[in-house]
């Protein structure tokens, strides 16, 4: 099997991107190496939380 992608998501995570980012936690073809946090569909202070609750 190869190795998984290293990958950083950049995102606002309101709901779809949550799922999104949970897909990502859990396929093996990627590992993710970071997660930051941006102003989009949620405030900058809402997006990080929510990514920290993944």
Same mark, same amino acid.
């Given at each position: 099997? =190869? #190795?998984?992608?290293?990958? !950083? !998501?950049? /995102? *606002?995570?309101? !709901?779809? *991107?949550?799922?999104?980012? @949970? @897909? =990502? @936690?859990?396929?093996? #073809?990627? #590992?993710? !190496?970071?997660? /930051?946090?941006? +102003?989009?569909?949620? +405030?900058? /202070?809402?997006?990080?939380?929510? =990514? @920290?609750?993944?």
């Amino acid at each position: 099997m =190869a #190795e998984p992608k290293k990958i !950083i !998501i950049d /995102t *606002d995570p309101g !709901i779809d *991107d949550a799922m999104a980012i @949970l @897909l =990502a @936690l859990q396929s093996p #073809e990627v #590992e993710v !190496i970071g997660l /930051t946090t941006i +102003y989009g569909n949620v +405030y900058t /202070t809402l997006a990080t939380r929510n =990514a @920290l609750h993944l």
